[in-house]
């Protein structure tokens, strides 16, 4: 994260990073030089999947006025409200935050209802006990998609071997998150059959839910892709994404398990 802060503050542009799967919880991307932080808290933040959600928050660190001419919106007046120049009026710990919410939100919505920031808030009281069952579910399934032969590789960032393994050791030290991918030595079909034979998972789109989820994007998100055109954009068309949830370990391994024998 330091090495892509470091090149965009040489070019006189802010890092801003997408948090949702580490939440807070496992990953603080300011210590590490970003400056602004996002979340989709539709998934673990919010937790349970009832409710639509997002999160902008601000580190105040990134010196606008420094880099005016890159950031007019933030440092010359704005006349949709009252000339109000926001790097000025409300200093470079606020200015940012302060246009996102007082003047884009006014013009582009996006403003959560009452009931969904309850709902909301009654899901982070638990984040920091959900997210080590999420994190240990995930490291144990990847382990054990690892050593199964109908498995032809397996894509979790705590499994060592994993292209981002040294990156995770660093900055996600006490896990990273649920959610593992992985692909058949059967190719398409056998994926299409594990995901038929699936008891505890329940097949959907989303992920980082307590419940378990589980997609197959050549028959969902990317169905509309042929199998080199999955190819090319990076997903193989035998690819199975399982978000782990909250169950537990040893009963979310035995579902996968049958669904595997299945094969």
């Given at each position: 994260i330091e090495r892509f802060a470091a090149a965009a503050h040489a070019h006189g542009v802010p890092l801003i990073v997408d948090n949702t799967f580490p939440t807070p919880i496992n990953?603080?991307?300011f210590e590490w030089g970003a400056d602004i932080v996002t979340h989709s808290t539709t998934k673990y933040m919010d937790g349970h999947g009832a409710a639509v959600g997002g999160a902008i928050v601000d580190?105040?660190?990134f010196d606008w006025m420094a880099h005016a001419d890159k950031f007019p919106g933030l440092t010359?007046?704005?006349?949709?409200?009252?000339?109000?120049?926001?790097?000025?009026?409300f200093g470079q710990g606020g200015a940012f935050i302060t246009k996102a919410t007082a003047q884009l939100m006014r013009d582009f919505?996006?403003?959560?209802?009452?009931?969904?920031?309850f709902l909301l808030n009654l899901g982070l009281e638990s984040l920091h006990v959900r997210v080590p069952q999420h994190c240990k579910n995930g490291q144990a399934m990847a382990e054990f998609l690892s050593n199964h032969p109908a498995v032809r590789f397996v894509r979790y960032p705590g499994l060592p071997g994993d292209t981002c393994y040294d990156l995770a050791q660093k900055y996600l030290p006490n896990g990273s998150c649920g959610v593992v991918s992985f692909g058949f030595t059967g190719g398409r079909a056998a994926a299409e059959q594990f995901m038929k034979s699936l008891k505890i998972a329940q097949i959907a789109t989303h992920v980082a839910d307590a419940r378990t989820c589980c997609l197959h994007p050549a028959n969902a998100t990317h169905r509309q892709m042929n199998d080199a055109e999955l190819e090319a954009c990076g997903i193989a068309p035998d690819m199975v994404r399982l978000s782990c949830?909250?169950?537990?370990?040893e009963d979310l391994i035995a579902d996968v398990e049958q669904a595997l024998a299945s094969l």
């Open positions: 990953c603080r991307p580190s105040g660190n010359t007046p704005d006349e949709t409200y009252h000339g109000v120049t926001y790097a000025e009026k919505g996006c403003i959560q209802s009452p009931q969904n920031a949830g909250i169950e537990s370990t």
